[in-house]
């Protein structure tokens, strides 16, 4: 009963302009960008999780299948924080937060207490 509460309060939360859906990273300088499919975790459906599931323009293959977040908690608002981000080009994780921008998704990352963060802009592709 639990476990379709927390699926019913993500449905909710992800409206058609929500988080869920697949969505292509921010290119790098070179071209190389991937596709990351948001979708609840499986261990946490109130959670999401975010797994790369096409590798582009040069990308590595080997980050395909794996997750580049995990454990993103409903923030209000088009927010969602508390997860860890991986970043496969420093091979690095991150603490976490992504946030719906209209058509849009910002995902970011902060290390040493938000003392040095990164982020990205990605678009929805379905």
């Not at 323009?57 to 908690?73: E, L, N, P």
């Amino acid at each position: 009963m639990a476990l379709s509460v927390a699926a019913f309060a993500i449905a909710g939360a992800a409206r058609a302009d929500g988080p869920l859906g697949v969505w292509k990273t921010e290119p790098k300088e070179d071209g190389r960008y991937l596709h990351v499919e948001i979708a609840p975790c499986a261990d946490d459906a109130a959670a999401l999780c975010g797994t790369t599931i096409g590798a582009f323009g040069g990308a590595s293959d080997r980050t395909v299948g794996k997750r580049i977040f995990w454990g993103m908690a409903p923030d209000g608002d088009g927010r969602w924080a508390g997860g860890e981000i991986w970043a496969p080009d420093d091979d690095k994780t991150y603490s976490g937060k992504l946030e719906v921008q209209g058509a849009g998704l910002e995902i970011s990352g902060c290390v040493l207490g938000g003392l040095i963060c990164r982020g990205q802009d990605w678009v929805r592709v379905n």
